[in-house]
């Protein structure tokens, strides 16, 4: 019995060594809870009464003996500080605080037994704690990525030689790498992209021989080129060096990593001729050496990359031919070469493969025929060969290619007809043939056309024959352009079909007989173009149908009749052309027509009325034509009284502005304006004007950080001073006109300003947080929470609302972008910069501009086209603000092609829900999907491409702050308390989170 008792008693005596042990760790993760703060409850279920049970927590785990092994804290949307308690953990084998918000550096943790840290895409600042460093010996996986690290990277990570992961990208270290981090021999990925790295990379990285991932690129600008030692890397099956600043040329060596199957070294300054040793790189799939200052021929030697699917090569300075060995690359999906001097033809056999989807030669010197062989085996989806020199006719067999989506091969001598079934291809979104030699007709009277087309670009060709009647069943057409041409006919009635038509130009044809009525079916047209055909008959008085028409040009036509007086009602209307016709009558007057000029109208002798000669005859009303007997002498007196009074006019302005010259003698002095009770003078402006002080530039002037004796900080604008015959202010007017009368929480503050007639200098509050954009569209966008964001939405709202509806007379800001606006300490939104604001006179009228003003990518689509602005552009611009939130992009430059953030996003959201989450930037969290679909309607609706169909300010307000409620089904009957309780989380409280 006794060795019996004494096993009892030694089971006894580990069980109580166990609990003791436990209840240990499990009070050092209730101490690691109270340093946190858990805004969502995450960590709820740690509690002090159950603290022996700890190994049942949320994101806890245990061996066998009870022993935290594993925290696993990813995703919970924690921050405040990791308390240096955790060193109590000795057994952790797996830390991981991944995706949360912690704002505090990592503290100076001595875990000898850990073996992965993973401490990535936090708000961390300040640089990892040394000492936790030199302790952590048995460190395998260190990665960091996307914090707010500064400082220069540790060097004490080369101490750690058994790490096999370090990522330390995406934060704000600076320095160079330290060139000890090449004695990490067992290190198998190296991540260091994303900083403001500087200085050479270090040949010392060569000799890390397990080496398989290595990323040095993104933001950070190296002194110098790509070292050769890189050479050595012979297991390194990825190398990312892009947009670093490298010059130089590529090394040989590099031809000696057999393993790689990805080269990307675009976006440099990388010169001179392509190494034919990258030939030897048998494995390689992808490489990039686009957007660098390369010259030369594409080697021969690409031939033997039999495993390539990718060769980027556009924006450099090659020239020479495409190798014919490209086109029997048996891997080969996409080939750009785009923007060089290449000459020569395609290689006859690309597309053979069966592979290729892509394929862009556009702005080289190529010639030859098209191969027809492209779609072989039907997945090209992309054909882009502009501004080439290719001839003879379009292969036929891509009339049959069902997977084409983009076909752009304008500018060039193509000649033949268009392939049968080009129109009928179930993907084909965009057709673009204008500017070659294209002959026959457009289609077959009989031929099927697919719903799916919508731009259909033939300007400048020689297609001829009637426009087909199946042209109506082209139902998804948003852009028809076939100007140029020599089509012939009359228009047929079913155009009246595309529903969806925004622009349409039949200009330069030999189109006869009358416009169809039905034209003003397409209620959404706002470009019509008929000018220079054949047509007769009178203008359709059905015009007035159409709400949004903003261009009509009817010129060098036959037409008959009077110009139909309802047309003055379409407020929409910002263009017209008439001109040399054979319309009589009056010409209207009222409405957008008192806006026109006499071009509009002349070349019709029998019109009379404004900028034209006096009507001399009575006017029949019914049809707004000429009818016989005479006029009053009220239009004579009329214009006689308006001469008098111009002239009384320029005489006041003559005799104001001398003496407004008399009064401004040549000075030089400073002279300080100032809408508030200010605390410095000019001279303490002047002393901010250092280059350490700039805090922006923009296309205006410079921006300098400045501040008062009381410490208060401000910003200072420098604009060119307006001086003697100059006609440009810059800008400087229109802002203290705007700035100086506005008082809103909403609106940045002017302070004052100082003058004299060489310099300006705007003086207004300080804003720390910087410009939306740069917080969206910098390193650290992921770090602007979703909250912030609609926020920051409603707040910018409020600010343009006022402009908009409060102010006398309303002003339109003319560019609006998310640079403009402004976050102070506490991230409230301010609307800065009225450098381009105009004031507007009466609500709902519009301004015409010698010039486009704004920022690409903003403009709305009729101000760029007619120079007429109105408050609805502002609200367009506003839109494409409340989609960079969304997606966390740029309006511009992200899409490749010409295509804006508006065009992305309409393609990529046919599917609402599922799109929006398509589109959603990747670096939020969790954000509460009800409220992401609200704002990206509210957003839609302000980019509609008709003004009229987009709401006020207010509205916009009164929507973003009024969002609706998450509904509950309240009939449906729950299949289990599970799902129960899921309906009840997504009624009435906004838990319906979408994680990302």
Request: hydrophobic residues 40%.
């Given at each position: 019995m006794k060795p019996v008792m004494m096993l009892m008693l030694l089971f006894l005596v580990m069980a109580a060594v166990i609990s003791c042990a436990g209840s240990n760790e499990g009070e050092v993760l209730l101490v690691l809870k109270a340093a946190m703060e858990d805004p969502e409850g995450a960590l709820d279920g740690w509690n002090e009464s159950d603290v022996n049970n700890y190994c049942s927590w949320n994101g806890v785990g245990c061996d066998g003996s009870y022993t935290i092994v594993s925290l696993d804290l990813t995703n919970m949307n924690l921050s405040g500080e990791i308390s240096p308690d955790i060193s109590h953990l000795q057994s952790l084998v797996n830390l991981s605080l991944a995706v949360n918000r912690f704002n505090v550096a990592f503290p100076g943790v001595k875990v000898a037994a850990l073996r992965m840290l993973n401490i990535s895409n936090n708000n961390f600042t300040g640089t990892v704690a040394a000492d936790a460093l030199r302790e952590l010996s048995r460190l395998e996986v260190l990665d960091a990525y996307n914090n707010?690290?500064?400082?220069?990277?540790?060097?004490?990570?080369?101490?750690?030689?058994?790490?096999?992961?370090?990522?330390?990208?995406?934060?704000?270290?600076?320095?160079?790498?330290?060139?000890?981090?090449?004695?990490?021999?067992?290190?198998?990925?190296?991540?260091?992209?994303?900083?403001?790295?500087?200085?050479?990379?270090?040949a010392e990285l060569g000799r890390l021989g397990n080496l398989r991932h290595l990323y040095l690129g993104h933001f950070n600008v190296y002194d110098g080129g790509v070292p050769a030692e890189l050479g050595n890397l012979s297991n390194l099956v990825r190398l990312d060096m892009s947009d670093c600043g490298l010059t130089g040329r590529i090394p040989a060596e590099l031809s000696n990593l057999r393993s790689l199957d990805s080269l990307f070294l675009h976006v440099n300054s990388?010169?001179?001729?392509?190494?034919?040793?990258?030939?030897?790189?048998?494995?390689?799939?992808?490489?990039d050496l686009s957007f660098n200052q390369l010259t030369g021929e594409i080697p021969q030697s690409f031939s033997n990359l039999t495993s390539l699917t990718l060769l980027n090569l556009f924006r450099n300075r090659l020239h020479g031919s495409i190798p014919e060995a490209i086109g029997d690359l048996p891997s080969l999906e996409v080939l750009n070469l785009w923007e060089n001097n290449i000459t020569g033809s395609i290689p006859e056999r690309l597309g053979r493969n069966g592979k290729l989807k892509v394929l862009d030669l556009s702005s080289d010197k190529l010639t030859g025929l098209i191969p027809p062989y492209l779609c072989a085996g039907n997945n090209l989806e992309s054909l882009i060969l502009l501004d080439n020199f290719f001839f003879g006719p379009i292969p036929q067999t891509l009339g049959a290619c069902k997977s084409l989506t983009r076909l752009r091969m304008g500018q060039n001598y193509l000649?033949?007809?268009?392939?049968?079934?080009?129109?009928?291809?179930?993907?084909?979104?965009?057709?673009?043939?204008?500017?070659?030699?294209?002959?026959?007709?457009?289609?077959?009277?009989?031929?099927?056309?697919?719903?799916?087309?919508?731009q259909l670009i033939l300007s400048n060709n020689m297609l001829s024959g009637a426009l087909p009647r199946n042209i109506g069943d082209l139902s998804g057409l948003q852009v028809l352009f076939l100007d140029g041409n020599e089509f012939s006919g009359s228009i047929p009635p079913e155009i009246g079909n595309l529903k969806h038509?925004?622009?349409?130009?039949?200009?330069?044809?030999?189109?006869?007989?009358?416009?169809?009525?039905?034209?003003?079916?397409?209620?959404?047209?706002?470009?019509?173009?008929?000018?220079?055909?054949?047509?007769?008959?009178s203008i359709p008085s059905t015009l007035i149908q159409m709400h949004i028409l903003n261009y009509l040009n009817m010129s060098r036509n036959h037409l008959t009749g009077g110009i139909p007086k309802d047309l003055e009602q379409m407020q929409s209307l910002t263009a017209v052309d008439l001109s040399y016709n054979n319309l009589s009558g009056v010409v209207p007057s009222g409405g957008q027509f008192s806006l026109f000029n006499a071009s509009s109208f002349t070349g019709n002798p029998d019109l009379c009325g404004p900028y034209l000669r006096p009507c001399t005859f009575q006017v029949d009303s019914a049809t707004n034509?000429?009818?016989?007997?005479?006029?009053?002498?009220?239009?004579?007196?009329?214009?006689?009284?308006?001469?008098?009074?111009?002239?009384?006019?320029?005489?006041?302005?003559?005799?104001?502005?001398?003496?407004?010259?008399?009064?401004?003698?040549?000075?030089?002095?400073?002279?300080?304006?100032?809408?508030?009770?200010?605390?410095?003078?000019?001279?303490?402006?002047?002393?901010?004007l250092k280059e350490e002080n700039i805090i922006g530039k923009g296309g205006a002037g410079i921006v300098y950080k400045g501040s008062m004796h009381s410490g208060e900080e401000f910003a200072v604008k420098r604009l060119p001073g307006i001086g003697r015959g100059s006609s440009n202010d810059h800008g400087f007017a229109a802002e203290i006109q705007t700035l100086g009368r506005i008082r809103h929480r909403h609106i940045v503050r002017l302070l004052g300003f100082c003058s004299n007639q060489e310099i300006n200098l705007l003086v207004y509050e300080y804003m720390p947080n910087g410009s939306l954009g740069e917080l969206?569209?910098?390193?650290?966008?992921?770090?602007?929470?979703?909250?912030?964001?609609?926020?920051?939405?409603?707040?910018?709202?409020?600010?343009?609302c006022y402009l908009h509806h409060d102010c006398c007379p309303l002003i339109v800001h003319r560019d609006v972008k998310s640079n403009n606006i402004l976050l102070d300490s506490d991230f409230e939104a301010h609307v800065a910069d009225f450098g381009l604001a105009k004031f507007l006179q009466d609500s709902g009228t519009s301004e015409c501009m010698s010039s486009i003003a704004g920022s690409y990518g903003y403009i709305a689509p009729e101000y760029a086209y007619t120079l007429k602005v109105d408050e609805k552009s502002d609200v367009y611009s506003f839109g494409v603000v409340l989609l960079e939130l969304i997606t966390g992009r740029r309006p511009v430059g992200e899409f490749g092609d010409g295509v804006d953030i508006v065009q992305w996003v309409n393609k990529m959201t046919e599917?609402?829900?599922?799109?929006?989450v398509n589109i959603l930037d990747q670096r939020l969290s969790t954000v509460p999907l009800h409220e992401v679909m609200h704002v990206f309607s509210v957003a839609m609706v302000c980019v509609e491409e008709q003004s009229v169909e987009r709401p006020t300010m207010r509205e916009v307000v009164q929507m973003l702050t009024d969002p609706p409620k998450v509904k509950t089904c309240e009939n449906s009957v729950p299949a289990s308390e599970e799902e129960e309780a899921k309906e009840s989380d997504g009624a009435g409280n906004p838990r319906d989170l979408l994680s990302t």
């Open positions: 707010n690290f500064s400082g220069p990277l540790p060097v004490e990570v080369a101490a750690l030689r058994k790490l096999r992961h370090l990522h330390l990208g995406g934060s704000y270290f600076t320095g160079s790498i330290p060139a000890a981090y090449g004695n990490l021999s067992s290190l198998e990925y190296l991540g260091l992209n994303g900083n403001a790295l500087s200085g050479a990379i270090p990388l010169e001179g001729p392509i190494t034919p040793a990258l030939g030897r790189l048998v494995a390689l799939k992808s490489l000649n033949g007809s268009i392939p049968t079934g080009l129109l009928n291809l179930p993907k084909l979104d965009l057709i673009e043939l204008q500017n070659n030699y294209l002959t026959g007709n457009l289609m077959p009277d009989d031929i099927k056309v697919s719903a799916k087309l919508s038509l925004g622009k349409m130009d039949l200009s330069n044809n030999k189109f006869s007989g009358q416009i169809p009525e039905e034209i003003s079916r397409c209620k959404i047209l706002s470009i019509v173009d008929l000018s220079s055909n054949e047509l007769t008959g034509s000429h009818a016989k007997g005479s006029i009053s002498c009220t239009v004579k007196l009329v214009l006689v009284i308006g001469l008098l009074l111009c002239s009384l006019v320029f005489a006041s302005a003559a005799i104001i502005k001398a003496r407004a010259l008399k009064r401004n003698s040549p000075s030089r002095s400073w002279k300080l304006t100032a809408f508030q009770r200010l605390d410095f003078t000019c001279e303490n402006v002047l002393e901010c969206l569209h910098g390193k650290k966008g992921g770090h602007l929470e979703w909250a912030t964001r609609y926020k920051i939405a409603i707040e910018a709202a409020k600010g343009l599917s609402r829900k599922e799109g929006v």
